[in-house]
Structure formats: C-alpha cells, structure tokens
C-alpha cells in the first residue's frame, strides 16, 4: 500500500504565481543569517554523489540549440542545499513506495543550479523570446516579451536578486535507474501557462474558478495511461523536494526547488531571504573567460 502523503494532489498554486511578479523587488538579503555565508559546491564531489549533475547552458539543450557562450559546465551551489538534495536522493533511492509507484528505484538528477548574471541575460533577452516565438508564431513581438517572465526571471543586481544567481537554486528531474531515462514530467516548451506549472495536470482549472490555467487541448494529446504516469510523477518529485528535502517550488516550474533565495522565501511565506548574489570562485570566472573567447565565433556571437 503507498503512502498516501507521497501521492497528494499538487495544491492549487494560483494565487502564489499572481502574486509573485515584484517579487524580487520587495525584500532585503539577511546578511546575518548564519547561512548567508553559505559556500558554493560542486555536488558532483564525492560528498554528494551527483555524478551526472550539470549547467544547463553548458551543454547543447532544447532552448538554445547549443552551449551558451562562457558557461563553465560547474553546477554549484549552496552547502546547506546540497545536503537538503542528499537527502531526496536517499529517499527516492530507497524508500519502497517510490519504487512500487513508479515501478523502479528513481534518482535525482541535477540539470541546473548557479547561472551567472550573464547567463540568465542571455536567457531571458534573447534564448526565451526565441523560443516563445517558435512555439508561438501568431504572437506578437509585444506579447512574446510579455510571456517571458513566465518562464525565466529577470536578472538584475538589486539587493534581492534571482533565484539562480544565488545557488541557492536547482533545477531536477527524476531519472529511472533501470533505463537511465528521465520520466515524463508532461511539459511541452514555450506553452504559455502550460504544462511546465507544477499543478497543470492537477485539473484545478475544470473544477475552481479560481485557477490561472486555461482548458488546453494540451492535455487532449497524451492518453489517460499518461496523463496518470505524470501526475504521479509530479506529486512524487513535489513531496520529495518540499516535504523530504524541504525545499520551495517556483510555481511556474515543476523542476525548479530551492530555499534562502528571495523566490523561494516569498513561496515559503518567510518573506526573509538570506542567499545574495553568490561570490564566484576566481576559478569558475577564470573558466567563464576562457570559454566566451574561445566561443567568439559561436552562433550566438554572430547575431
């Protein structure tokens, strides 16, 4: 019999994600929480066992096509994160309800964590509008640039920044240990209000007039065989990243937990953020420098 607690419905992340624009504009950093100083690390090290953790942009991926200019394959993060991340690990490693619902032990795979300010400038000016155009083409230039902040977050300097310029974010998914492949967590690219919130597939919007998500023939594609798997997937990570590692869901994103980033504080209700901007080693800069000149005649750089 699985444990009804890992199975429980998504809530309702409406009024979280209607509330959330300004975010970043209304708190500031608690420089004297004892984990403000929290170190950077790399969970790839044997203290973590992450071996297939990864940056997101450095690598070719299905946003850009490509690796970004300067961007060091070095996921780092916080000190108190990673070891929130062993402990989902273990859970979903081990715990027999896991394997039973999704029919075999899961790992959790780390495809982002700390993204330079560059980086997250590139993304939002330029890769996401990109796609959101694609996937949209009757949108307007006007509505594209609109729909962008659905999706990533603005960067920006101020004494609250984003998520990913804290390391004190990641982004997941759940990988089957038998096949190695990543379960169908149900998202199509560049939706706009679609399958990458992390309640799409809860059905709020058939049975609340309360919710944001608007009926999707989205949801007409996949079989009711699917739709299960996903669901069941979705509830699995959530419980796993906020009730075992205890971590805050962007509402937006079903692969994005963290803890001590203003985004996170403002899901978590705190409203006291304690991860600023997150110092570089000069090792990662030294590596970012490297890589944009050796990238100068990339695609990217020739826009």
């Not at 007039?209 to 299960?228: F, T």
């Not at 080693?281 to 020739?302: I, V």
Request: aromatic share 10%.
């Amino acid at each position: 019999m699985i444990g009804l607690d890992l199975l429980n419905s998504i809530p309702n992340l409406t009024e979280l994600r209607n509330n959330k624009p300004g975010y970043d504009t209304r708190y500031v950093i608690d420089q004297n929480h004892p984990l403000h100083n929290d170190p950077l690390v790399d969970p790839r090290e044997p203290d973590f066992g992450f071996d297939d953790a990864s940056s997101y942009y450095a690598k070719p991926n299905d946003m850009t096509g490509e690796t970004l200019p300067g961007v060091p394959d070095a996921p780092l993060i916080r000190l108190d994160i990673a070891h929130r991340l062993v402990l989902a690990e273990k859970f979903l490693n081990f715990d027999p309800d896991v394997r039973e619902a999704l029919g075999a032990p899961v790992h959790l795979r780390i495809d982002d964590a700390l993204r330079p300010y560059q980086v997250q400038e590139f993304a939002f000016n330029t890769a996401w509008p990109m796609i959101i155009k694609t996937i949209n083409p009757d949108m307007s230039d006007e509505e594209v640039l609109a729909q962008v902040p659905n999706y990533c977050a603005q960067p920006n300097a101020n004494l609250t920044p984003t998520p990913h310029l804290t390391g004190g974010a990641v982004d997941v998914a759940l990988i089957n240990l038998e096949t190695g492949q990543a379960f169908n967590r149900g998202h199509q690219g560049g939706k706009v209000k679609g399958t990458a919130y992390p309640d799409f597939y809860e059905n709020y919007q058939s049975t609340s007039d309360q919710s944001d998500i608007a009926e999707s023939i989205d949801q007409l594609k996949i079989s009711p065989e699917e739709q299960k798997e996903i669901i069941l997937y979705r509830r699995i990570l959530y419980y796993t990243m906020t009730k075992i590692a205890g971590l805050e869901n962007n509402p937006q994103e079903i692969w994005h937990y963290g803890k001590g980033d203003p985004l996170s504080e403002y899901v978590s209700g705190s409203h006291k953020p304690y991860y600023g901007i997150a110092e570089l080693p000069d090792w990662y800069t030294e590596e970012m420098q490297r890589l944009q000149a050796k990238s100068s005649n990339s695609n990217f750089d020739k826009n």
